[in-house]
């Protein structure tokens, strides 16, 4: 397992720079809610504007509406975007894995129709995978997709779907017959379809992002299937490079580190100054694996072993420093603070028990790593 | 094999490292290694690397030392480290890059320096008095290099009373007590911390190719070992200890390229300071993990591993323990105006005090 140096040129400083630049005057500190990471608030409006800059969409083919740029290029854009706890939420899922997944197995038709909306902002994905019985072991999914004229009828319930309530599509993962890898495809799913219901299910912290879908009888036209009936299984591991390997993986917590980091540690003495350095020691480390993984991905490589070693322990990091800093407060952060930095700690303790579960679990993933690691 | 991406200027020798690596690897086994414990520096071991040129790799031959890169330095510490070698070749590198900084030619034969303990008491005026601890490989040496003020002090361990003993990996590591020894002094002023710099760079390149090393061992070894009639390896409990091993090195390894690449052009603090924090703190987890995989085995003498995980802990605590550095690069962190713009910047800089 190793990893390649490697830093950004000079063209990616100047993008760099360039976000920057608009994120300062775009996200003015206390104008909009902060949010951890991916988990970012829900802001169309917030989506389209950067869109509209080229940002969303990156790595997309020109040719429909895309940026035709760098999986590094993305990922200096995501990490300011990160940094600033900026309201991600609304076109997250579509700009880092349907869109790049529906350009790699779509129709043509299907890409002049959802790329060009994903690199505007406009549509919002959201990825049904697990169902009540089924969470790691994604072979064992039951909801059906069946032959019906002209398309599919689907039939089934879909669980933890993240962001289903304002999305405007869901890439959905189905039964097309009984043969357990070979026997799952993912259709393309308007969110509005008839008999499609999407039920919130609250979350720890009172958010309303997790939701329930189920289909009752819903109707997906076969324009609508994203490659070969059964290459679902296939496409999904396709996937995971990039959802896995990534600065959202370690960055969750960052506009909560940057304020303490500048504004608190070093009231709290040597053992707080030794946590921070600790903690800056370890993301630039980190840092360095997500670049390395993009240049592998700009590079025509899948590294999916790769990612997965990183998310594992990125995701353990990211809730080891949601205790350092807490510990540092000296008292439990309070969730209606009025600084919004406690109060975004506050719901950091409660949720990041989730960050390591979310994208398939760490136990997982192990088994991911290690059979990777004896090819 | 080592390969750097088009996007730096710089990269490692593959020809070289295939070299040290075959080098190292038949010439450093077990046997040599737990035969150097008792017996100290095995001299035909190093007279073969300094047929090579091996020592002063990464010195410029203008100086007397053997040509090439910092690059070429890491790729060959790196090829040693992975086989345990018990050779001072870290300390004779550092002693002639201090020399080299200080305008002075690259002692000859077997140099070392002192890291600087609090509980140093040298101190020169035309001579040097006083007492340098914990040296590496001290009574090998024919020379100390060390920082007095600005200067780089070159001493003759001939003129030394030497004392007794080892670090944690069975290496010798002593004092050296000089009353009125003379010296040599190099004319220019050095940076006072170009020591810690290039010794916590080193020991934490060294670490991070022994945590290759003990990933690579484990996960054979697991993959041989049977209970309950299968291999080990096949549950999940010890497949967790092999990831660790292999996050923990990997992690390690590319931190150590990142700053030896940085550190061609530039002093890059930050990036060492951040490297020996985290290479430090893997190298422990990486000692549980593997030893736990292992079972008793690992625990014996007989066996290959403890010769690398004892490695492990003597470098960890050289040229920088944790705390300090951590603490270091917090202050230098609280006082920068941006935690995540300092991640971001390809040339990170930090106000930092020692
Ligand atoms: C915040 C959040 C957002 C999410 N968003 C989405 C989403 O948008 N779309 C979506 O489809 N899903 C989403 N999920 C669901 C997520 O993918 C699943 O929770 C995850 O894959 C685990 O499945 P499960 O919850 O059913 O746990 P289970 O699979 O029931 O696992 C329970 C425990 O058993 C362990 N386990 C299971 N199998 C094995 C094995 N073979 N070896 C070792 N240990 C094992 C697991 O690691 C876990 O510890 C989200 C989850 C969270 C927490």
């Known amino acids: ?375 | 094999m080592n390969s750097v991406s088009q996007h730096n200027d710089y990269a490692f020798d593959a020809d070289l490292e295939a070299m040290v690596e075959q080098f190292f690897a038949e010439k450093s086994d077990a046997d040599v290694v737990a035969k150097a414990e008792v017996e100290g520096l095995p001299t035909g071991l190093w007279d073969a690397a300094v047929e090579l040129g091996l020592p002063l790799v990464g010195l410029p031959e203008s100086a007397g030392g053997s040509g090439g890169s910092l690059l070429d330095a890491v790729t060959v510490q790196r090829a040693a480290a992975r086989h345990a070698a018990p050779l001072p070749l870290a300390e004779t590198y550092l002693a002639g890059r201090l020399a080299v900084a200080a305008g002075l030619p690259v002692p000859a034969g077997i140099a070392t320096t002192a890291p600087g303990s609090h509980r140093d008491t040298a101190t020169f005026d035309v001579t040097v008095s006083g007492t340098l601890y914990d040296v590496p490989w001290a009574g090998a040496a024919a020379v100390v290099a060390v920082i007095l003020g600005d200067r780089v002090v070159i001493l003759n361990v001939a003129d030394a009373e030497v004392g007794d003993g080892t670090d944690l990996a069975g290496q010798p590591r002593q004092s050296l007590t000089f009353t009125g020894a003379p010296a040599v002094i190099g004319e220019n002023p050095v940076d006072v911390r170009l020591l810690s710099r290039l010794g916590a760079f080193l020991r934490s390149v060294q670490m991070a190719a022994a945590m290759e090393a003990v990933s690579t061992l484990t996960q054979r070894y697991v993959s041989e070992r049977v209970q309950f009639g299968r291999p080990v390896a096949q549950f999940q409990a010890v497949q967790q200890h092999i990831v660790t091993l292999a996050q923990m090195a990997s992690m390690s390894t590319l931190a150590v390229d990142r700053t030896a690449i940085a550190l061609n052009t530039r002093e890059a603090e930050f990036e060492v300071l951040a490297t020996k924090l985290v290479v430090s703190q893997n190298a422990l987890l990486s000692v549980r993990a593997a030893h736990q995989a292992h079972g008793a085995i690992g625990m014996t003498q007989e066996y290959r591993l403890q010769q690398l995980t004892r490695r492990l802990h003597a470098w960890r605590c050289e040229f920088g323990d944790e705390i300090a550095l951590a603490v270091q690069l917090g202050r230098g962190v609280s006082a920068s105006p941006s935690l995540p713009r300092l991640l971001t910047d390809p040339h990170p800089t930090l106000e930092l005090t020692s």
């Not at chain 1, 920057?20 to 949010?35: A, F, I, N």
């Not at chain 1, 999407?198 to 324009?223: L, R, T, W």
């Not at chain 1, 370690?250 to 707080?272: F, K, N, T």
């Not at chain 1, 070693?309 to 603070?337: N, Y």
């Open chain 1, 1 to 375: 397992m190793r990893f390649d140096a490697t830093e950004l040129t000079a063209e990616e400083l100047d993008l760099q720079a360039e976000v920057r630049e608009y994120l300062d005057k775009r996200l003015t500190p206390g104008s909009y809610p902060l949010g951890l990471g991916m988990s970012g608030a829900v802001d169309p409006e917030f989506s389209r504007d950067i869109g509209s800059r080229g940002w969303l969409g990156m790595s997309l083919p020109q040719k429909y509406g895309g940026g035709g740029r760098s999986a590094v290029d993305r990922l200096v854009v995501v990490e300011e975007l990160l940094a600033r706890g900026a309201p991600v939420g609304y076109h997250w899922i579509g700009d880092r894995q349907s869109g790049p997944s529906i350009a790699a197995n779509g129709t043509e038709e299907q890409k002049q129709h959802f790329l060009p909306g994903i690199a505007r902002g406009e549509f919002s994905f959201s990825i049904g995978m697990s169902e009540p019985d089924s969470g790691s072991d994604l072979a064992s999914l039951r909801t059906r997709a069946e032959r019906v004229d002209g398309g599919w009828k689907v039939n089934g319930t879909k669980i933890w779907t993240t962001g289903a309530f304002h999305a405007t599509h869901i890439l959905a993962l189905l039964r097309t017959s009984a043969d357990k890898h070979s026997g799952l495809t993912q259709l393309i799913i308007d969110r509005h379809s008839e008999g499609l219901t999407v039920s919130p299910i609250p979350f720890i912290d009172g958010s309303e992002d997790f939701c329930e879908v189920s289909f009752q009888d819903v109707f997906v036209p076969d324009s609508r299937r994203l490659g070969d009936v059964g290459a679902g299984w296939g496409q999904n591991t396709g996937e995971l490079a990039l959802e896995r390997g990534g600065v959202d993986r370690w960055m969750s917590l960052m506009p909560v580190l940057e304020h303490w980091a500048a504004h608190q540690a070093a009231d709290g003495g040597p053992a707080a100054l030794a946590d921070l350095g600790s903690i800056t020691a370890r993301c630039w480390a980190f840092r360095g694996m997500s670049l390395s993984i993009a240049r592998m991905v700009d590079a025509g490589r899948s590294p999916v072993t790769e990612a997965a070693l990183i998310k594992e322990m990125a995701t353990r990091f990211e809730q080891d420093c949601v205790a350092v800093v807490s510990r540092h407060l000296g008292r439990a952060p309070d969730l209606a603070s009025e600084d919004p930095y406690e109060s975004l700690l506050a719901r950091a303790v409660l949720v990041a028990p989730s960050w390591s579960i979310r994208g398939g679990t760490n136990e997982i993933l192990r088994t991911v790593i290690v059979k990777g690691l004896n090819r």
